[in-house]
């Protein structure tokens, strides 16, 4: 932390700040200007909240100098994580995909489906069966069921499975059927949940709140990785801007910035990102191009019959050709699909 | 729904439009004009997604035409909801306060700071027992002890309370001490949780989420209300913007435009929607100005040794000279505390 | 300037950083913490960007701890600037109301409106006659001859003149006509205009960007005030944010942020910031409770036949109305209207 | 435009709107519903406020069904545009480079570069010559001298040159040296000079303003062509959002976005777009990959002397593996550089 005195301050207030310090434990060095003086203090223990020196008398400014994380930072750990699933890595060499329906609907629907992306390339299938929906009055998922059908699918085509979850208490369904535990982006601050995600040996993948800074990101991975779980997968997922031509803004900043920050794996959803089929291929090829260790792609045989969000879900056809174009993309920088 | 062709598009297009409109159970109006079609859609059930519509051929643009809420809205209800507590009223002529520390940290602290409040001119005492933290390192509150010692304060002092819960399983502990339940702004869109609080008979107060639309916010409230809890009150604390000088910019104008959507009443929290004590003072004065139907206030008696957002907490002194200040911006609408 | 390095860096890497700010002119404080060493560079010269030594080997963050601006900042002037113009203080205990039609329309619809909004208790007449409009095919305004109208309206009534110009070009036709010089929102960062306006010695009303940080209106401020033109004005209204039940998020918490940060006195404009008629006394009541030095509010005589803006503008009568209420809130703080 | 009538209002009510939507010129379609009805009005005319027509009794909302622009628009040409300038074609088949230095600061610094940028692949110079800076007291630019030197480096590698003017004084000496005028982001809304530049027989290069939606984007090229000057070319160059880890959060899906609203090409500036060096070259084939049809990218030879931006200039080895990079992303959908 260091704290920037107005100038022409007293010296008696510089002591009371130093004083201050010292009584929380920092270690205190004081810079002398011409105009102002300046005090670094290093040693900060958790639970300091530097606006409380923001409000002492003759503070101009109080800034943060070290990450609010630990171990989801690149200081923590220089190389990058690589995340096994099965055969699968994540973050690796490879640019892993991840298809399928929005909601899990029936057996034969998602069946159809696994054997469609399967084809084309992916290598876990997604499918909801606890949807979190904006309206209480729309289809809300078919719960165990749901993942019973999406653990089949997958297992009948040789895929993984990728799942949401949106309460504590389904983690003991969960951890059944789902090989990656998704964490949606209303629940990036659901503490109690994360914490409890702390204690399993699961993937956790945890997509970025709407309004979430990258920094608060990390934070959610932290709140996991302190309980023990360190395989932890990002996903950037768009955030809301001002602009309204698309659903959300996918910040595809964040991948570049995310990696640079941290050594956890970072995938992107083009699909909830844009919300609409037409933008998903163009935002999937500019995310890979980015450098994004996976992608989450909606894909349904029949978008015009999905019991949710099938106008962002891409017709198989379009999926196969995208993942074609995918594989020339991240040849540019040298990976693979 | 309304739904615009594109300039000269073709007959059977448009009667493919039209199709699948009658289909989904619509009353379909079409108006044909020199360069293009509109087509009125009347009769919209549940579950309609609109960018289903958007990407059929020939389609220029969609446009919902109804709000997704009903319960929540002024077409339902055209006066205001009053939700009576105890012996106060909220959404009534009174301005209520509300004030109290950030977390309930001991017996003897939230007593002190009990008695101060309620000799200002509060009527309701809040205190975090269940701490939304965005670090995992950080202080997490008491749990049921805080509310123990939260309702003790209360009592002593003919107070009411309020208090934030986060998870369904704290329903049980938290309805024996509490008289309003908080949601916060990180659970606005926590729906499983938000259905649960439905089937209480409590009145549930809603903070807004950092980037949750006014339509969301009434979408929270529909949840609650759609299970049959009609008491619910909603609170604005600030959204996340670009500017970085406060904590969240406190959207004032909130206020008048849920007034007019909504017959539900609307708090303000210009404690966490500013971060900085500096700031409450004129930020309260202003939520009232604008119409709102009561403050949440964070005031602490040693605000520098607060466990949790000190830096935001007023003085007792400083909530006693707001709390007059107050009484006459209520009075320029009519309005008294 | 604030240069945290990685933990661990070797020491040459930390002397190439010591001696490059050295090179630029900086006194610099080295602090060396078990983890971290940390260097306080003082005496920072303008021209140098911060981002230069974020890249150099070993550096974690570079921060900046003084504000870019001086002349408009409170360290350099601590006690209020109050503005005379005419008979009128800006920035004293009169809060002062400037209101008129957003364009001047015609001889007769100008004298008309100054007359209603003189007896309601405004003090300065505003009018548009260089409209800045989002499309080509928009009525443009009226020009020089606009202004013309503007001043005998307001000679006629005892009222002092605001209006915008856009281009540097109208400045000397507009010192003929107007006593405070509008800058509109979106030439907020036109840097050749502002620099011009720097030689002038006529008050210079100053509207914050769309999206503009509160530094960054602080900064055209001092474009101005570097030239020798000490008089600006500040004027809130509106930034753009997700929401958009309104046109614009009027930013109440701007008001006391500039006043703590800047001794120029500072306005809002409730009409351009909500965009809607019955959105405008609401968040007047708000800007005067929050401590704004006065207000741009729209009036006209007959809004709906307005040509620009007529849906944002006030009747008369509830100008009048709005007056009587915004005494109250007024003297809530001590201030008068 | 949809005007949707407040349920259960009287039929009086809404006759007094078709009466009103009359008057103004409007063809009036009416569809009346069980629960309320709805009035389609075609024949917009510009000028027309929609905001006039939700404030009339019984109206619950209004929604505008055309786009303001015209000549922008897919609308009114379906095929692509494809803008000449000299040999090269932009929003043709080939991704055209466009670099060059942040500013011009002498006649060996802009030579040196331009060989190097022309070798590595560029088709176009760029380089500053008028700078907008946030801080008056930082460099401003050379001016037209900085423009000569830009002509003469371009002309000796057989380059075009692109450079940013500020003000339309500037027109005249511009035109003299630069192959395309850019408008930068800040001038985005600047209408006196948008409606100068529509006279000329120049592409203009129109970079996206910080806070424009893409709607708004469109007008600015409206307001040029609108003059008879079709010669648009846009450029995406970041928005501001909450996020802060980027200097702007540049808006990728912006590209697709645009290609599916407007027959004009976009470029996409991932220098400015990022604001760090680091984040260039992944953003850069991001906006290749998303569709862009160029880039405009900061390169020089010695970054840590640049009198401008050098944080995020590329140094001329990353600038030529990063075409080449670009080169196999744009295989990938059908294009070349």
Same mark, same amino acid.
């Given at each position: 932390m260091v704290i920037v005195m107005q100038p022409g301050v007293s010296e008696e207030r510089i002591q009371a700040v130093i004083e201050r310090l010292t009584e929380k434990g920092f270690d205190v060095h004081r810079s002398t200007g011409v105009e102002r003086t300046v005090l670094g203090a290093i040693g900060s223990k958790n639970g300091v909240d530097i606006r409380d020196f923001e409000l002492l008398n003759g503070v101009q400014e109080v800034i943060r100098i %070290?990450? !609010?994380?630990?171990?989801?930072g690149r200081t923590f750990q220089k190389e990058d994580s690589q995340i096994k699933v099965g055969n699968v890595i994540i973050g690796g060499p490879e640019v892993v995909i991840m298809a399928g329906p929005c909601s899990v609907e029936s057996r034969a629907q998602i069946r159809t489906i696994a054997k469609l992306v399967k084809e084309a390339g992916a290598k876990v299938l997604r499918g909801g069966a606890f949807k979190p929906r904006t *309206? !209480?009055? *729309?289809f809300q998922g078919l719960g165990e069921e749901g993942l019973k059908y999406l653990r089949e699918a997958a297992d009948a085509c040789g895929l993984l499975t990728v799942s949401e979850i949106m @309460? /504590?208490?389904d983690i003991p369904i969960a951890i059944r059927y789902i090989d990656i535990i998704q964490i949606g982006a209303r629940n990036m601050q659901n503490f109690t949940l994360l914490r409890e995600l702390g204690n399993l040996d699961k993937p956790i993948l945890v997509k970025r709140g709407m309004a979430a800074t990258i920094d608060e990101l990390l934070m959610a991975a932290e709140y996991v990785m302190a309980?023990? #779980? /360190?395989k932890v997968i990002f996903c950037e997922r768009g955030i809301r801007t001002f602009? #309204?031509?698309?659903?959300? %803004?996918? @910040?595809?900043s964040a991948i570049p910035v995310v990696k640079k920050k941290s050594h956890l794996p970072i995938l992107a959803d083009p699909s909830h990102g844009t919300g609409l089929r037409d933008h998903v291929a163009p935002m999937a090829r500019a995310a890979v191009a980015a450098g994004a260790d996976g992608l989450l792609i909606e894909v349904h045989h029949e978008p015009d019959k999905a019991l949710s969000d099938g106008a962002q879900s891409l017709y198989p056809e379009q999926f196969a050709e995208l993942v074609c174009e995918l594989r020339i993309v991240s040849q540019a920088i040298g990976r693979k699909i």
């Open positions: %070290t990450e !609010p994380y630990k171990l989801a *309206s !209480p009055y *729309s @309460d /504590r208490v309980g023990g #779980n /360190r602009e #309204n031509s698309t659903r959300n %803004t996918l @910040d595809i």
